[in-house]
């Protein structure tokens, strides 16, 4: 069997993305929810205790007074829930809300319809038990342990410091009371987030690793999938080639239009063309290596187009000037020579007798 050592290309990741297959750590969202509660104790959490202990304290007073009917009873609830209904909302939608930034922040916007199928294979216990004592689930369970060892250590140290404030609660007033336990719980909270945030980066790093890993391909399912999304290589091939043949043929036609052909004279050709009402410079036409040098010498000699041997002049512009481009300004002299050359033949030539 092939191993699979090669990293998963962006088709695969896009596709385990689809599935639902994203580097997710709950821990992450775990730490937020508790800082988001702390620091929501100090705030709404304060007013909610105090509309409770308010409500109590008002119940107590009243219902020995109070006229215990089911109107009565329906105008306090009535009441409880006014009352403490906003700083609950608040509470529940701070929660609500960190969590979704969280998941946002680690997965992005995604909607993953496979998970919502049913897969019955998650309620066979025996495929139950095989996760259970897999290598990912003694993983699993190792991550679990240690993180419930780091936390109650974090908890321990804490409340044994305040051991002594914990003991004199049930002495106080109810407000002292429950502001103190605010306190507590809030300064206890940070000191477990802080502890639970190393853990939860440490796990979202290990979630980005070990998904890759799991996506993971061999050699040729990497060539399989790049023929998959960018077609086959012996087409893509084709195409290519039946491109350079028709722009070749485009190109040629260019030839008959050229003032002259410089040759290396075996090697390079190149077809430069000079109109002085139209151009600032000379243009290259057409260039070829090879055979497709020899073919523009033909179509050159059928129209009668000069050609002159030049082979540094001919490398030159072969290689520094594209079709349809003006010769650069360092090639001016060596090229006007040319040109001056093609002029005085033409010039010479003998007209034809008129008879």
Do not use: C
């Not at 410089?262 to 090879?290: C, E, W």
């Not at 033909?298 to 481009?325: F, K, M, Q, T, W």
């Not at 001016?332 to 033409?346: D, I, T």
């Amino acid at each position: 069997m092939a191993e699979r050592t090669e990293a998963p290309t962006g088709r695969r990741l896009s596709e385990a993305r689809k599935r639902g297959q994203v580097a997710r750590s709950h821990e992450l969202n775990t730490v937020a929810a508790m800082l988001a509660g702390a620091v929501l104790l100090r705030g709404p959490g304060i007013a909610l205790a105090h509309d409770l202990q308010t409500l109590l304290r008002d119940t107590v007073t009243t219902l020995p007074t109070g006229d215990l009917t089911g109107a009565w009873l329906q105008q306090e609830a009535i009441a409880v829930v006014l009352r403490v209904a906003p700083d609950v909302a608040m509470v529940i939608g701070g929660l609500a809300a960190t969590g979704l930034v969280v998941s946002v922040a680690q997965t992005g916007l995604l909607w993953a319809s496979d998970r919502l199928k049913p897969d019955l294979s998650r309620l066979n216990p025996l495929a139950g038990l095989q996760r259970l004592f897999s290598g990912r689930g003694l993983v699993e369970l190792a991550r679990a342990a240690l993180k419930l060892g780091v936390v109650g250590w974090v908890a321990y140290s804490y409340l044994q410091g305040q051991l002594g404030t914990v003991l004199t609660l049930g002495q106080m007033d109810l407000r002292s009371a429950v502001s103190q336990w605010g306190l507590l719980a809030y300064n206890l909270g940070l000191r477990v987030a802080a502890a639970y945030l190393v853990l939860a980066f440490a796990d979202y790093a290990y979630q980005r690793w070990s998904l890759n890993r799991s996506l993971r391909m061999t050699k040729q399912e990497v060539k399989e999938d790049m023929r998959a999304s960018e077609g086959d290589p012996l087409l893509r091939g084709r195409v290519r080639a039946q491109q350079r043949r028709i722009a070749r043929q485009r190109m040629l036609t260019r030839v008959p239009q050229a003032d002259v052909v410089i040759t290396n004279p075996t090697h390079f050709a190149v077809a430069l063309q000079y109109d002085r009402a139209r151009m600032t410079a000379p243009r290259l036409v057409a260039k070829g290596a090879s055979l497709v040098a020899q073919r523009i010498k033909d179509v050159a000699r059928e129209h009668g187009i000069a050609i002159v041997e030049n082979p540094p002049l001919a490398r030159a512009i072969y290689r520094s000037v594209e079709i349809e481009h003006e010769v650069p300004p360092d090639l001016y002299v060596a090229v006007a020579e040319v040109l001056a050359f093609v002029y005085n033949l033409k010039a010479r030539r003998p007209r034809p007798v008129v008879q």
